[in-house]
């Protein structure tokens, strides 16, 4: 009898990041144009490392496949967020929040997992170069990069199950920009304690082993990289794993604040402000941060400049 008292929810209403008008456009201008130089960036990662052979090896084999996640991750949520930002209304359907849900963390687990895989091929890389040729291969890296992504998106399918089993009555404001587990969660008409240790469950499988293995590999190459005689080999080492630890650092400390943080002690508006550092920041930095001072990339721009250079000197 007390289950057919419910009325169910059919619909969220999303409260996003600014009830004010004048603050809703300024913020879909400036979040529009990260959205798009965002996109390019990681288009032009991808792109780069297709047409460069120099940049045929492991390490850009796994940033492609992380630029592919951010920029499926982005349009999984930006374009929601800035229509809502445009037209002041926030509402989204039942279906559709779960959807929007269940692509979001999927894509974001496996961008954890696959950040735990590209630590381990710099740890094979720098500290037994001889047997890394052999070790990661091709087939060794299809198999991480499958493990990554199919991992993300089965273990996803466990948390979104268990959240949604739960009944939905009122109320249904989310105060957040998407639906996102840990909010929407807050909504459900039924004790969550089982669901929340699912889910603390599955964030340790995502989030905390990979970085486990982060720490681990680069704990040994720090070592590895003291040993070296030439400064510059160190400098070589230091500058790529200096990158991958800034994107480790941005997208590990904000998830975890965001999944792994007692609910009791989070203020009001704690979850949409995390969520727009590893939303919105992270996955335009990502392009800029592994690019900045790249070498090998930087000569493929240049190749791919010098080429388009010659094209239109010949068309002309």
């Not at 009898?1 to 400036?30: D, P, Y």
């Not at 209304?89 to 999927?106: D, H, K, P, W």
């Not at 400098?235 to 904000?254: D, I, N, P």
């Not at 790249?294 to 250079?309: E, M």
Request: one cysteine or more; a positive charge.
């Amino acid at each position: 009898m007390g289950a057919e008292n419910h009325t169910s929810v059919t619909e969220f209403i999303l409260l996003g990041l600014s009830s004010h008008r004048k603050t809703q456009i300024m913020l879909f201008v400036v979040i529009r144009i990260i959205y798009l130089v965002t996109i390019l960036g990681n288009l032009v990662i991808i792109l780069l490392v297709q047409v460069d052979s120099r940049l045929h090896a492991p390490m850009y084999f796994f940033l492609t496949n992380l630029s592919g996640l951010e920029i499926c991750f982005v349009t999984s949520t930006v374009p929601q967020m800035l229509a809502h930002l445009l037209t002041g209304n926030g509402t989204i359907s039942f279906t559709r929040c779960a959807a929007q849900m269940y692509i979001a963390l999927s894509l974001g687990s496996s961008e954890a997992l696959l950040l735990g895989a590209m630590a381990y091929d710099r740890y094979l890389a720098i500290c037994h170069p001889l047997l890394y040729a052999v070790v990661m291969g091709k087939w060794r890296q299809l198999q991480l990069a499958f493990v990554s992504w199919a991992g993300g998106f089965l273990l996803s399918i466990m948390n979104v199950g268990c959240t949604f089993r739960l009944p939905f009555c009122g109320p249904n404001r989310v105060n957040h920009f998407a639906c996102e587990l840990p909010v929407v969660l807050k909504l459900a008409c039924a004790d969550t304690h089982i669901t929340e240790g699912v889910i603390f469950g599955a964030a340790i499988l995502i989030l905390l082993v990979p970085l486990s293995v982060i720490l681990a590999s680069y704990g040994l190459i720090l070592s590895s990289i003291f040993q070296m005689q030439s400064s510059t080999g160190r400098s070589k080492a230091f500058s790529t794993c200096a990158s991958h630890l800034a994107v480790v650092t941005l997208f590990y400390g904000t998830v975890i604040s965001m999944y792994m943080r007692p609910r009791s002690s989070t203020a009001p508006d704690f979850e949409k402000r995390i969520a727009v550092f590893y939303v919105v920041v992270t996955p335009l930095l990502n392009p800029i941060i592994y690019t900045l001072r790249n070498k090998d990339v930087h000569l493929a721009v240049a190749k791919v400049l010098q080429r388009r250079g010659l094209q239109g000197k010949a068309e002309l």
